[in-house]
């Protein structure tokens, strides 16, 4: 069974820091694609983050130069380094199987329980 355990998320300040951990089981992490969704109250789901098995990675425009999407393959980790928040950034985080852009996104039953992210002053 396919398990992504989320941590990390809580309360920051604007312009502060998160980091988001993703623990994965139940599947050979090193051969796939991975991905960070965020959902805010009243709002579609939304593509964060995206890294290819060669640990290449993809931004939403948006989070450009503030997050860091990152793996450890040997300890089956996904990573979300959050810096220069914003209000905006406000929603639950997930982590996901698979890989994503701007248009599209892994089904919902391949993303964990999550995280929430407030950001708030």
């Known amino acids: 069974e396919v398990q992504l355990q989320a941590s990390g998320g809580g309360l920051a300040q604007p312009g502060g820091s998160l980091r988001l951990s993703c623990q994965a089981s139940?599947?050979?992490?090193?051969?796939?694609?991975m991905s960070w969704v965020r959902q805010a109250p009243g709002k579609e789901p939304e593509w964060v983050a995206g890294?290819?098995?060669?640990?290449?990675?993809f931004y939403l425009e948006s989070v450009k130069g503030r997050f860091t999407i990152s793996r450890d393959n040997a300890e089956n980790y996904l990573y979300l380094q959050m810096d220069s928040l914003k209000i905006e950034d406000t929603a639950m985080y997930y982590c996901?199987?698979?890989?994503?852009?701007?248009?599209?996104?892994?089904?919902?039953?391949?993303w964990g329980q999550g995280t929430l992210v407030t950001v708030s002053s």
């Open positions: 996901a199987k698979g890989g994503g852009s701007v248009y599209r996104y892994p089904r919902r039953s391949l």
């Open positions: 139940g599947f050979d992490f090193a051969d796939y694609d």
């Open positions: 890294i290819d098995r060669s640990a290449v990675a």
